[in-house]
């Protein structure tokens, strides 16, 4: 196949990836291509900021009562009362209209510095949407503001954040998260250069965070770091 012809089958398995059309071992092999290619994070990356352009030009509308509990009487005709949260909704493909709109409610809650708009932001995501993490990056005061929406660390385990700065493959571990649902990591100067354009990443770790430096455990989550 022809360089072009890769470039079109990347980008569209990149697309189908942000919108959460990939599955199983699909999105596990796409997500182990993204630790490795950085062109392939930059089609991510192309993607994820397309569909919240697109979202943002979408007025909000209060749907009736009613569509809950008609949503989930054609969705899970089995369950009574089913407890879903909204990304499993969202991943669940209803439409692509809910998944796009989905990339602005999980926008990163503001946290200690309201009055700062973030430079960079990214939802680190699992495959599943069992674990979520919202990420904001405040240049005025070179914090990392992390949300765990959804998702903890197993048991006797610990979850560690790595970036994966553009143009490279080699993580670089920025501290294990603590059991608090918000979270704030200082990023040095160099850090935050590196930030740019890059991919955050969650693993599962042994407690004190990975012993060698690299992710020993399974990646978790991962999610491509976006201008503001």
């Given at each position: ?35 490795l ?40 005709p ?44 990214a939802?680190v ?75 955050l ?27 503001t």
């Amino acid at each position: 196949m022809s360089q072009q012809g890769d470039h079109n089958d990347d980008a569209a398995l990149a697309g189908e990836y942000v919108l959460h059309l990939l599955e199983g071992d699909e999105r596990a092999a796409f997500e182990a291509r993204l630790a490795l290619e950085p062109a392939l994070r930059d089609l991510v990356r192309d993607w994820d900021e397309s569909f919240v352009a697109m979202a943002e030009g979408i007025a909000p509308v209060a749907p009736p009562g009613s569509v809950k509990d008609e949503l989930n009487a054609a969705l899970f005709p089995d369950t009574v009362k089913p407890k879903r949260s909204l990304w499993s909704l969202l991943v669940g493909g209803v439409t692509v209209a809910v998944i796009v709109v989905g990339a602005v409610l999980l926008t990163p809650v503001l946290m200690q510095n309201p009055s700062f708009d973030p430079t960079f932001t990214a939802n680190v995501v699992a495959d599943d949407g069992t674990l979520v993490v919202a990420a904001r990056f405040i240049a005025e005061t070179g914090a990392l503001e992390l949300t765990r929406e959804a998702g903890a660390a197993r048991s006797g385990r610990v979850l560690e954040l790595w970036l994966i700065a553009e143009g490279t493959d080699t993580p670089v571990s920025l501290g294990v998260l603590p059991a608090e649902v918000e979270t704030q990591i200082d990023v040095s100067p160099d850090i935050a250069e590196r930030l740019v354009n890059g991919l955050l990443a969650i693993s599962d770790e042994p407690p004190g965070g990975s012993p060698t430096g690299a992710p020993t455990g399974e990646v978790l989550a991962v999610g491509p770091v976006t201008s503001t």
